[in-house]
């Protein structure tokens, strides 16, 4: 009898291991999730930042050498993260794809001129920043205009602010939750002990000798949670490099390593710190409290 009530009690306490790991995985695979989320928000943000082009349009007498000079110029440039010459004719040819006719014979000769198409770094492709980039190609002789859209940067640079502070935003309730919700499912699992406590207290035991092996399961329980999140997580985001490739994949194994240690550190750190207090409760009722 002793043996199979021995059993029952060693089923229960796994089970309830098993409960409180996995609710912790959960979690932290959510909020993981959603750091990965931001982290792929910012290198889509800067994807389009950096494929919004500038077009320095050329002046017609403007000779290859001055231009080649001007391109390698532009390529050394800390701000500048590719250029692209277009001459007379590719241009006349690009348009006349776009248009569907030949307004070169039609016209009897071509009008278009030649260009550089600028693209910036992301950091630079902001109002400001670009103002001063324009001021600086209209200074060179070669140029005759600089044309970009400049209402497009203007939104590109609000939706993604909007959008990052949304994530903010959601990111903090979503860690408030994530603290509540460990936070609970560890106090059930210390509440199911409370008479353990107690029966050791009774016999002298010291708060920190009762406290300990609570506080060492409570590490285990968050690094196993942690883990478990994090093989979610990979597994996430390896599905996502084959269906989005050119955005999400493993091209930054550090951001992403970085991640995976903060979802370890914040796992153990929140399984610690719900355990202690949950367990110092108890140590504070006395011995008829422990029925309400």
Not at 232 to 235: E, H
Not at 265 to 271: A, K, Q
């Given at each position: 009898m002793k043996k199979k009530d021995s059993q029952q009690t060693q089923r229960q306490l796994r089970n309830s291991y098993f409960t409180t790991v996995i609710s912790i995985a959960l979690v932290l695979f959510l909020l993981g999730a959603v750091g990965y989320l931001m982290l792929n928000a910012q290198r889509l943000s800067n994807y389009v930042k950096e494929n919004i082009g500038f077009n320095i349009v050329l002046k017609d007498n403007v000779r290859e050498v001055e231009v080649?000079?001007?391109q390698k110029y532009l390529d050394a440039s800390s701000y500048v993260k590719a250029t692209e010459y277009i001459d007379k004719d590719r241009a006349?040819?690009?348009l006349q794809e776009e248009l569907g006719e030949d307004f070169v014979d039609f016209l009897g000769y071509n009008p278009l001129l030649s260009s550089i198409e600028v693209k910036l770094f992301a950091e630079y492709a902001n109002p400001d920043s670009i103002k001063n980039v324009e001021e600086i190609f209209n200074s060179f002789p070669q140029v005759k205009e600089v044309f970009y859209q400049k209402?497009?940067?203007q939104k590109v640079n609000e939706n993604v602010n909007k959008i990052s502070l949304v994530l903010l935003t959601f990111t903090?309730?979503?860690l408030m939750i994530a603290t509540a919700l460990i936070n609970n499912t560890i106090?059930?699992?210390?509440?199911?002990k409370r008479f353990l406590i107690n029966t050791m207290q009774l016999v002298g035991a010291t708060k920190g000798f009762i406290r300990q092996p609570f506080v060492s399961t409570s590490i285990i329980h968050g690094l196993l949670g942690a883990l478990l999140a994090n093989g979610?997580?990979?597994?996430g985001i390896y599905v996502l490099h084959h269906e989005l490739g050119g955005f999400i994949g493993f091209d930054n194994i550090e951001l992403i390593?970085?991640?995976?240690?903060?979802?370890?550190?914040?796992?153990?750190?929140?399984?610690?710190?719900?355990t202690f207090f949950a367990v110092n409760k108890y140590l504070r009722l006395k011995t008829d409290q422990l029925y309400f």
């Open positions: 080649r000079r001007l006349a040819k690009e209402n497009l940067i903090f309730l979503l106090r059930l699992s210390i509440y199911s979610m997580l990979a597994g390593g970085v991640l995976f240690i903060l979802v370890v550190v914040l796992g153990i750190f929140l399984s610690l710190v719900s």
